[in-house]
């Protein structure tokens, strides 16, 4: 049976598209069939990550939502972007990097059901395994929605105060949207701290379970989005860590 | 002691109608209804017999509840395969403004 999860954050920059990225990478890599949509439309970028240029872009989500193709018609297969050695598919679902389209979205909204139906069509239409949904930062209508239609949800975090107290808000969301499966990722936490004692604190604070307490990670920042880090850094301790990840997401 | 149903179609019979719902709505709701909103959200739809179990309701009490969300507005029927489903209804956008850009062109062109 397929499995819907969505990435969150209730802060930006904390690593909402590159977990999304690797974690589909990984599952990828694993045989599975693997759909990606990002549904940031105001502030878009994973397809940054798989290597989509915007001239390559047949259609995006925001096509989809003002009625003019199918879903499925809007997703791009960016396996081949991956490497060679992954068995399984990855299809991206971008939004429109177009400033004409994202002001559109800020001006007349879209239609929520409509999103809501384009996600369950596109498991349907690509015969995937897992939907992977990159959202916006923060609370809205359409994060909600993504938080509601998941089967598994992780909220990203760093080790700061505002994101601690944000994140509260949105375990409060997700326990009352009855989320299945709910984990936290602990992302670009400093090496001087103690990352037994984050793992301990967070769990305590949000009696939630915590997949992974990410280094800061200088590889990581020199990447800076030009590829996918499991990919490029297979062996790497950071992406073993986007492995547990995974792994915690589908259990 | 009232049942299960009972509380459920309180909670209903109480709330406004309305023309599709928000995923916002599913935050005000008691739990009892949103639980069963989420549920048809995460599985894009239910048959009867899946809301009773769901409910714990017969299915003649389940019809009820879902004809009542019908008719306030949060739920749908759909036809899958010659059978009826039901399906949370979130409204358009493009409806919710109508109203008021319609309200915004009465007030003008009684201005002008």
Sequence with gaps: MSKIISIHSFRGGTGKSNTTANVTAILASQG??????????????IHVLFGLEEDEMKHSLNDYLWGKCNV?????????????????????????????????VLREGYDVGLLNDGFHELVDALDLDVLMIDTHPGLNEET??????????????????QDYQGTGVTVEVARKLNVPKLV?????????????????????????????????????????SAGIFATRFPDHAVTALYKQVAAKLMA | MSTLSDRLQEEISVRERVG?????????????????????????????????????QSV????????NLVAKGYVRRVEVNH????????????????????????VLNEIS
């Design chain 2, 20 to 56: 599709g719902l928000s995923p916002i709505d599913l935050l005000d709701m008691p739990e009892i209804l949103a639980n069963i909103i989420s549920q048809m959200v995460r599985r894009n739809g239910m048959h009867i017999d899946e809301v009773a179990r769901q409910l714990g």
């Design chain 2, 60 to 67: 003649a009490d389940a019809q009820l509840t879902m004809d």
């Design chain 1, 32 to 45: 599975l069939r693997v759909g990606v949509v990002d549904t940031d439309i105001q502030s878009p970028g």
């Design chain 1, 184 to 224: 936290i990722v602990v992302n670009k936490t400093p090496q001087v701290y103690d990352f037994n004692q984050v793992q301990s604190q967070v769990e305590k604070l949000y009696s939630a379970e915590v997949a992974a307490v990410m280094p800061h990670s200088d590889e990581m920042m020199a990447l800076a």
């Design chain 2, 83 to 106: 059978q009826v489903w039901y399906k949370a209804y979130f409204s358009r956008k493009a409806d919710k403004n109508a109203g008021i850009w319609s309200l915004l062109g009465e």
């Design chain 1, 72 to 104: 499925d018609e809007a997703a791009h297969d960016v396996t081949s972007h991956l490497g060679a050695n992954v068995s399984g598919r990855v299809f991206l679902i971008p939004s429109s990097i177009k400033a004409g389209e994202i002001a559109r």
């Design chain 1, 144 to 161: 909600l929605l993504s938080i509601a239609i998941s089967d598994a949800l992780a909220i990203i975090m760093r080790p700061d105060q």
